[in-house]
């Protein structure tokens, strides 16, 4: 049997909890609220039989603030909580409604619910099985929900990757991880680069070698820089090499001099 739909005033539904990032976007709700004022709100809002709004938040906030008395409605009863935030997620994700970290919070409230009902083992299985997401992508935007406030503050900009946000999370100092966040968005650093500093962080906190590290230049120079070599320190060695080319150059020296030229006691 198809969904009834009923009527309902403004001021017969609520939303459950504060109004999500995207919706307290002003352009957002300001195109959703002209949409509504030229055709009305056309695809019903879900609520329980008390009045609670499981999907449709966005047109809700504006039901409400204009006042209507003729908002279509879907009751839905007999679902779990658990039910309920998948129904929201799904209308939302359907329509672009929910940033990856407003996904991840609610995702975090049903990993939570369906541990409660199952086991922690099978809650995470359970969550991405309802959502239609793989266990990785579960296992990401957990990680972004664990990050610090300006970590996602860049998430939700766009200025960051929600996948490099998760990489950034393994660091779990909060400061670390603001931090290669910030230089992450700086110096527009790839998901790879990311995971590779955040695993280097680690590997030096627990007193591990760090593995050389190999790169080719776009001309074909390939450079293999010791991995135990901080920042600083590996400045002063490119300066080294720049001077000595720039020497060899000078005196029209052979290449194999190069590596006299490098060698302290040539200084």
Request: proline residues 6%.
């Amino acid at each position: 049997m198809p969904d009834q739909i009923v009527h309902r005033a403004w001021n017969t539904i609520r939303l459950k909890q504060p109004p999500s990032r995207s919706q307290r976007d002003p352009k957002v709700m300001a195109r959703l609220k002209a949409d509504i004022l030229k055709r009305g709100i056309r695809c019903p809002i879900r609520i329980t039989p008390d009045g609670e709004v499981i999907a449709g938040e966005g047109r809700t906030i504006i039901a409400i603030e204009l006042q209507l008395n003729e908002i279509p409605c879907i009751v839905a009863s007999d679902l779990t909580e658990a039910d309920k935030l998948v129904e929201e997620i799904q209308e939302n994700a359907l329509r672009e409604n929910l940033s990856h970290v407003d996904l991840a919070e609610k995702v975090h409230q049903l990993v939570e619910i369906k541990s409660t009902e199952l086991g922690e083992r099978k809650g995470r299985p359970a969550a991405a099985a309802a959502l239609g997401l793989t266990g990785s992508e579960v296992t990401k935007l957990l990680g972004l929900d664990g990050c610090p406030g300006p970590v996602k503050a860049l998430v939700a900009a766009h200025r960051l990757a929600y996948t490099s946000a998760y990489y950034i999370s393994r660091l779990g100092d909060e400061a670390a991880m603001i931090e290669l966040a910030e230089r992450a968005v700086e110096f527009n650093l790839s998901r790879q680069d990311v995971a590779d500093a955040v695993n280097g962080k680690l590997r030096a906190s627990r007193g591990c070698k760090r593995s050389p590290i190999r790169a080719r230049t776009n001309k074909g120079v390939q450079l293999i820089i010791p991995g135990e070599l901080d920042p600083e320190a590996m400045i002063g060695e490119f300066t080294a090499v720049i001077e000595a080319i720039r020497r060899a150059v000078k005196f029209n020296l052979p290449l194999p001099t190069l590596t006299q030229l490098l060698k302290p006691s040539a200084n």
